[in-house]
């Protein structure tokens, strides 16, 4: 037989049907479902009289719009609290499993699907949400899809699909210390571009990525979408299935079922001599932490580096940067350490999950946050939020003067209470950081965990390797 890539062995397994005119008809393991993307869809059902067809292979949270305070319950915000309330209804109507508001299992969309066992190998994942790609972690195929398909898998259970360029990313050398997955992903954005992946899968390789946590391999698919891919994947291994066999995964199988599926699980990788549409090698040996200076996460540098001259970055056009740095009140050949802020936002699916609150935590412990500079620490879903209090980490935030928070996407996007005013100056963990993405007028940079709580601390940016 042909050898195959990872992404044709999961694609090929659900295929339903051949469609005609390049479309296949893909057969859905699991449907995510959040807030903003699903009224309409739940509706169209309705009008039609249809039923969702597989509510047990559906899960349904509330993130975005949720307040993550301690008030928030009370949601006052009219188009959230209606999408809030739509989907209560909705579920309840439907026959979904949701994690709502109050609930043990509420959070993110992207953390609580792995953490709970919702999504595991070798599945097709769905959630009507960008940042779906991140599932791929598990060597699993999930991507994104819009409203009016959100009601297609609702009503049928698969999805149209044509199929993508698959793209092998080759990540050469060790992950220097004081690095982290989400400086390793940013670099090969840096030097790639947005559109180095338009419409692709993505696999994630080399020795640096087999190194990872999970935890770290889903902070890299996730941002697969930031470099224009539909989806990214990483081959599972014996890191997967530790993970999935160290914690209570309540939707996962366990016991002998467990072992059966990790059997399979292991003939889900790339044969040799597959072939890829493309091939792109990032060298990791000289990466140091990455802070991102423009508004977009292409525009990046090393955090001991200078904001570039206007012709000097690869992908962008002078005129691009221009407007970029005046968005962002900097100029050419300024010391990314000079760079003062006044928020530091750690969380969202990118960098919301219990590692990346412990690398956080490592460098603000016994420290105080720098004067005027407000911290929010959000985890990812109430899960990680009980494990940090678990595990103290609770208590060196709030010592150290930041806030500690519900979980929910908070200030990754400003759909919520969390949000910047103009002109404020943001260390985010989060994955996106175009004009306004924080809150009108605000100013993003992106950065990993450890680079923000030293921005935290420091109140500029500061190279995380000297605490
Ligand atoms: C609101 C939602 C549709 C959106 C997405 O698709 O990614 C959001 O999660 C984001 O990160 O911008
Ligand atoms: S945390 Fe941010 S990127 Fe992730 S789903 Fe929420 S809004 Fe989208």
């Not at 903003?36 to 059902?45: D, H, K, N, R």
């Not at 305070?69 to 006052?76: E, Q």
């Not at 959100?150 to 992950?175: C, S, W, Y």
Request: aromatic share 6%; proline share 5%.
């Amino acid at each position: 037989m042909e050898p195959q890539t990872l992404f044709d062995k999961v694609w090929n397994r659900h295929v339903v049907t051949e469609l005609g005119g390049g479309e296949q008809l893909l057969y859905v393991d699991r449907h995510l479902v959040h807030e903003v993307t699903s009224p309409q869809a739940f509706e169209g059902l309705r009008l039609k009289g249809r039923r969702v067809r597989r509510p047990e292979r559906t899960f349904a949270t509330m993130d975005h719009n949720v307040p993550t305070g301690a008030d928030r319950l009370c949601v006052r915000d009219e188009v959230s609290r209606a999408q809030i309330e739509a989907l209560d209804r909705n579920c309840g109507e439907f026959g979904v499993r949701l994690f709502g508001l109050g609930d043990d299992h509420q959070g993110i969309v992207h953390i609580i699907g792995p953490e709970l066992g919702i999504t595991l190998p070798g599945q097709t994942v769905v959630c009507g949400d960008s940042h779906t790609a991140t599932h791929g972690a598990f060597g699993s195929l999930a991507f994104g899809i819009g409203t009016s398909e959100v009601e297609h898998v609702l009503a049928t259970q698969t999805i149209r699909q044509r199929k993508p360029a698959v793209n092998r990313v080759l990540f050469m050398g060790d992950l220097p210390g004081g690095c982290g997955a989400k400086d390793l992903i940013l670099r090969f954005i840096g030097l790639y571009g947005t559109a180095a992946g338009t419409g692709a899968a993505f696999e994630f390789c080399g020795p640096a990525v087999r190194t990872l946590s999970m935890e770290g391999r889903f902070t890299i698919c996730n941002m697969a979408i930031e470099a224009g891919a539909r989806t990214g994947m990483i081959a599972p291994d014996e890191m997967t299935f530790d993970y999935l066999r160290a914690e209570e995964r309540p939707y996962a199988p366990g016991g002998a079922a467990l072992d059966r599926a990790i059997e399979d699980w292991r003939t889900l990788t790339t044969d040799e001599g597959a072939h890829f549409d493309h091939e792109l090698e990032v060298d990791l040996s000289s990466l140091e932490p990455q802070v991102t200076w423009g508004t977009s996460p292409g525009m990046v540098t090393g955090v001991n580096g200078r904001v570039p001259q206007l012709d000097e970055v690869p992908n962008y056009r002078p005129a691009d940067v221009q407007r970029a740095l005046d968005y962002m009140g900097l100029k050419p050949g300024q010391a990314i350490g000079d760079i003062e802020v006044d928020t530091v936002f750690i969380g969202s699916c990118t960098n919301g999950r219990i590692e990346d609150l412990r690398e956080a935590a490592e460098v603000m412990k016994n420290r105080r946050v720098a004067q005027g500079v407000r911290v929010l620490v959000v985890p990812g879903s109430e899960r990680v939020r009980h494990q940090a209090e678990q595990e103290r980490l609770d208590r060196i935030f709030v010592e150290a003067g930041a806030e500690w928070r519900y979980a929910g996407c908070s200030m990754c996007l400003a759909m919520n209470p969390d949000r910047l005013e103009a002109g404020e100056r943001c260390a985010s963990t989060s994955n996106r950081n175009f004009e306004g993405r924080q809150g009108m007028g605000g100013r993003t940079h992106l950065v990993s965990p450890r680079t923000a709580a030293a921005a935290a601390v420091s109140g500029r940016f500061t190279d995380p390797r000297e605490f």
